[in-house]
């Protein structure tokens, strides 16, 4: 069973970057698609980003699509989560997923997704 440890959240300003990892303990972890979410205070989880198990295919939620960049090393078992432009709006819990039915599939909805980190507080503020 993979289990998955999110770090690297912190403080930073507008316009800071920021980059967020995703370990991954057990087999199997290059076998399968992963996603970044985040969540708001009182909402549900939203997609950010996820790539296949190859990073060969990626997907990005339009709030982020050219400011943040998903990718994975498998030899390492980590994911990894760039943000770049950072601003007020995407200061969340962020999390990571693993998906043990999909591989080349980037599932965009939570469902998609069967186990999951603890999440790590990202905040952005001047």
């Known amino acids: 069973q993979v289990q998955l440890v999110e770090s690297g959240g912190r403080s930073v300003q507008p316009g800071d970057s920021m980059r967020l990892s995703c370990v991954g303990s057990?087999?199997?972890?290059?076998?399968?698609?992963m996603g970044w979410f985040r969540q708001f205070p009182g909402k549900e989880r939203e997609f950010v980003a996820g790539?296949?198990?190859?990073?060969?295919?990626?997907s990005y939620s339009d709030s982020v699509k050219g400011r943040f960049t998903v990718d994975r090393d498998n030899d390492k078992r980590t994911a990894y989560l760039r943000m770049d432009d950072l601003t007020p709006e995407d200061t969340a819990v962020y999390s990571c997923?693993?998906?043990?039915?999909?591989?080349?599939?980037?599932?965009?909805?939570?469902?998609?997704?069967?186990?999951w980190g603890q999440g790590t507080q990202v905040t952005v503020s001047s």
């Open positions: 997923a693993a998906s043990s039915r999909n591989r080349n599939y980037v599932p965009r909805v939570t469902t998609g997704y069967d186990i």
């Open positions: 057990g087999s199997a972890f290059g076998e399968r698609a």
């Open positions: 790539l296949s198990w190859s990073g060969a295919i990626t």
